[in-house]
């Protein structure tokens, strides 16, 4: 009986433990990724939590409308008036429609791009903008480069296929990131749908533009509960590609994604990859703005709080155990002499590293804590002090007043001897005159 319970409690246990480990293998699971170019990253710190040919160029497809998106609402209003030129209702590939001679607001423009992904829109915002499509181009690249984007070439606004018109998974994050930073990109890009009210079709039928992100659309298959913004695309020639952002509490999480030959699987992986993310990552900020981090010694008397100049958020790796309680934080900067300077409080004083455990992980700049005046007074106590601290000041001293002594010694002796020397002789004087 007791042989039995033993093997019965045994079997138990083992199935625990085995259970546990099951467990733990499929919350920290890595997905299948179905896309060639992948580069997932934390949205706060840029940090990169996975990658996968990140920096191999591939056709982008319609997740070119991110870039397009950022330049016309940098460069327009929402209200301002686009009249549809020519070209724009010639492009090629999915359109809302738009005829020429027709007046949109950017905005209702915005809407066909990021929706409907409309080829027909973004040549007329392209035109509206630069003048034609190769100028807005222009404006393009050099907004990837100032993004740091600098594996890209657009050729079009609509990312129909083109000789050389490239990115890399990296880079599209990068876009994606600064697109979602936006609020108006944001909006439009999670309406579900929107009504032209003004701007029926010839036949009198009502013009809709609806949603296709699969991950943003209700009773999709792909509905993923913490998406938060996106652009899909797919030609032919590039394959499926889609750029997302996705947020669960404070975190936000980038991702981009090149070349998938399975739609399914894209879609699929896209929102296993996101929730692979928030689990094995965490960021947190690891300094506020005014922390004091350090403090600068100006002389032996006085010393100046250095204070952060802004906040710092850090990506933790909770699979390799890290977290905000086993952090050492650290500043480096090059020292400078500022014992004859000025400072105003709130004044950036140094150009720092920020360390965590010896690491680089960013820079930061250091503000001082409190004002100091530099003034004749303080010269000259400075002087004083440097003067009264410097190690060879009390020897100096005492050997000063042991010279100063033997001179008095030595003067005393002499005038001594002379007032001794002067009454021999006048008493030698006297004698002689007296013939004592």
């Not at 740091?148 to 000789?163: I, Q, R, V, Y």
């Not at 990115?167 to 599209?172: E, K, N, R, W």
Request: proline share 3%; with cysteine; aromatic share 10%.
């Amino acid at each position: 009986m007791k042989k039995r319970l033993f093997k019965t409690f045994a079997l138990v246990f083992f199935s625990a433990i085995l259970l546990l480990n099951i467990t733990s293998v499929n919350t920290f699971a890595f997905p299948n990724i179905c896309s060639e170019g992948v580069y997932l990253m934390d949205a706060k710190t840029g940090q990169v939590l996975y990658e996968k040919n990140s920096d191999v160029q591939y056709m982008p497809a319609s997740t070119t409308k991110v870039m397009t998106a950022i330049i016309a609402l940098e460069k327009c209003n929402l209200t301002d008036q686009v009249t549809i030129g020519e070209n724009p209702p010639k492009a090629d590939g999915s359109s809302i429609g738009i005829e020429q001679g027709e007046v949109y607001t950017i905005e209702e423009l915005l809407y066909g791009l990021l929706l409907e992904s409309g080829n027909d829109c973004a040549e007329a915002i392209a035109e509206h903008v630069a003048g034609s499509i190769e100028e807005f181009a222009k404006l393009m690249n050099e907004k990837a480069k100032e993004l740091g984007s600098t594996n890209t070439s657009f050729k079009n606004p609509s990312g129909l296929t083109e000789d050389g018109h490239l990115t890399t998974a990296h880079d599209l994050a990068l876009i994606m990131r600064y697109a979602s930073q936006n609020p108006d990109f944001v909006r439009i890009s999670q309406t579900p749908s929107y009504f032209y009210e003004n701007h029926p079709y010839s036949n009198g039928n009502e013009k809709w533009a609806s949603n296709h992100n699969p991950l943003l659309k209700e009773n999709s298959a792909y509905t993923y509960k913490y998406a938060y913004t996106g652009k899909t695309g797919y030609t032919v020639a590039a394959n499926h590609s889609y750029a997302a952002v996705a947020v669960k509490d404070d975190q936000e999480i980038v991702g981009a994604f090149l070349n998938a030959t399975d739609k399914d699987g894209l879609y699929t992986g896209v929102g296993q990859l996101f929730d692979w993310g928030f689990e094995n990552f965490k960021t947190e900020k690891i300094v506020t703005t005014g922390d004091k981090l350090d403090d600068y010694q100006i002389d032996d008397s006085t010393t100046i709080p250095l204070l952060a100049d802004d906040d710092v958020y850090y990506t933790f790796n909770l699979a390799n155990g890290e977290n905000i309680d086993n952090i050492n934080l650290s500043v480096t900067y090059e020292n400078k002499d500022l014992s004859k300077t000025s400072i105003k409080k709130g004044e950036t004083l140094f150009n720092a590293s920020l360390l965590i455990n010896g690491n680089k992980i960013c820079d930061i700049k250091l503000d001082s804590g409190e004002s100091r005046k530099y003034t004749a007074e303080v010269a000259v106590k400075n002087t004083v002090n440097s003067i009264t601290n410097n190690k060879y000041f009390i020897p100096g001293v005492i050997t000063g007043i042991i010279l100063i002594i033997i001179i008095i010694i030595i003067i005393l002796s002499i005038r001594k001897r002379k007032r001794r020397k002067r009454f021999l002789a006048r008493r030698s004087y006297i004698r002689n005159k007296h013939n004592f």
